[in-house]
């Protein structure tokens, strides 16, 4: 059974920072697109950003020029910078992984979710 394990989140005034990571397990064949996406109390889960293995990013225009999302391929890690944060920006963010693995399937996997609260 393959495990997202995240870190970071927590609780920051507007306009401060944090960064979220997930690391996929080292026992798998290789993981294609990772990426972070968000949802708030009654509302739909949105994609907040995603990354490819050749490191090709897309970004939700809500979230573009303050937040970055990188992957360090070597660690099977994703990261998300996530700077000058609004109380809009409060949501439980989870991680997605589309894996392979050493049979040659390929499935998507999720994180357990981070809370991320923006109050002053």
């Known amino acids: 059974q393959v495990q997202l394990v995240e870190s970071g989140g927590g609780l920051v005034q507007p306009g401060g920072s944090l960064i979220l990571s997930c690391a996929a397990p080292?026992?798998?064949?290789?993981?294609?697109?990772m990426g972070w996406y968000r949802q708030a109390p009654g509302e739909e889960r949105k994609m907040v950003a995603t990354i490819t293995s050749d490191g090709d990013t897309t970004q939700a225009d809500s979230v573009k020029g303050r937040f970055t999302i990188s992957r360090d391929n070597a660690k099977n890690t994703v990261y998300l910078q996530m700077n000058s944060l609004k109380p809009e920006d409060t949501a439980v963010y989870l991680c997605?992984?589309?894996?392979?693995?050493?049979?040659?399937?390929?499935?998507?996997?999720w994180g357990q979710g981070a809370q991320v609260t923006v109050s002053p």
């Open positions: 080292g026992n798998i064949f290789s993981i294609k697109t």
């Open positions: 997605n992984a589309r894996i392979i693995n050493f049979l040659k399937y390929e499935s998507d996997y």
